[in-house]
């Protein structure tokens, strides 16, 4: 059944049209020439294939450091022993480096113009087996209002309290009084906030916590131009 599969199914034709000579002589060109840090990266991502870990990795750099250079050695590694890899990417730029490659959209077709009730219809009826149906067998859903529901464990929840943001403030920032001058006082801890208007709002708690006169202090992305540039040159 699955030699059936792959024989009618055009995506998975063209992923193992690759040859793996080919590939393979590409790898080794490109490995050959990663940095340490790429190879680390390389090792960790090829032993959880390996392994079956079925994992999520997250690479995080600056532009130009060799994120599509790591995606290419891994890509040509996998195609080299003859299994399928699905190069996606969110931008047209990104798109045209990889080999094989297809848009997000494209590729898990999804929807351009997003409503409430957009899906990704992925390529299969049954949800268990359709991109992305794996989500709780695909019994997650139905009518969408735009205010999703989420079950949060209860040992996470602040119950019973008459001011929750002000708990939490003095959870996260114990004796904040007496160690606001401390500099590494606040490099380990942070509070996140999925909205900006709740950012707001710890934000303006917490200066009220301080002494002091609040001060603002405003910065410029443009040099000021004097009217006659003699004047701020010396003869």
Not at 34 to 46: A, F, K, W
Not at 142 to 147: A, H, I, L
Not at 174 to 197: G, H, K, S, V, W
Request: proline share 4%; glycine share 6%; net charge negative.
């Amino acid at each position: 059944m699955e030699t059936i599969s792959r024989a009618t199914n055009s995506l998975m034709l063209e992923e193992l049209s690759y040859d793996t000579e080919t590939m393979n002589n590409e790898f080794n060109n490109l490995f050959d020439s990663l940095t340490d840090e790429q190879r680390g990266v390389y090792n960790e991502i090829m032993n959880a294939l390996v392994d079956k870990k079925g994992s999520v990795f997250f690479v995080y750099c600056y532009g130009g450091t060799g994120k599509i250079y790591l995606w290419k050695t891994i890509s040509a590694s996998i195609r080299s022993k003859g299994e399928v890899v699905l190069n996606v990417a969110s931008s047209g730029i990104a798109y045209l480096l990889l080999k094989g490659r297809r848009t997000t959209h494209s590729r898990f077709l999804i929807p351009i113009n997003l409503t409430e009730d957009s899906i990704c219809p992925g390529d299969s009826a049954n949800t268990s087996e359709a991109l992305f149906g794996d989500i709780s067998q695909g019994r997650l859903g139905g009518p969408n209002d735009g205010e999703p529901v989420i079950d949060i464990p209860d040992d996470l929840l602040i119950l019973n309290s008459v001011d929750p943001i002000g708990d939490l403030i003095s959870f996260v920032y114990p004796n904040i009084l007496d160690r606001f001058n401390e500099l590494t006082y606040f490099q380990d801890r942070a509070l996140l906030a999925p909205l900006n208007e709740v950012v707001q709002e710890i934000n303006e708690r917490m200066l009220t916590l301080f002494p002091g006169e609040e001060v603002e202090y405003l910065s410029s992305d443009s040099l000021a131009e004097c009217e006659d540039v003699s004047d701020a040159v010396d003869p």
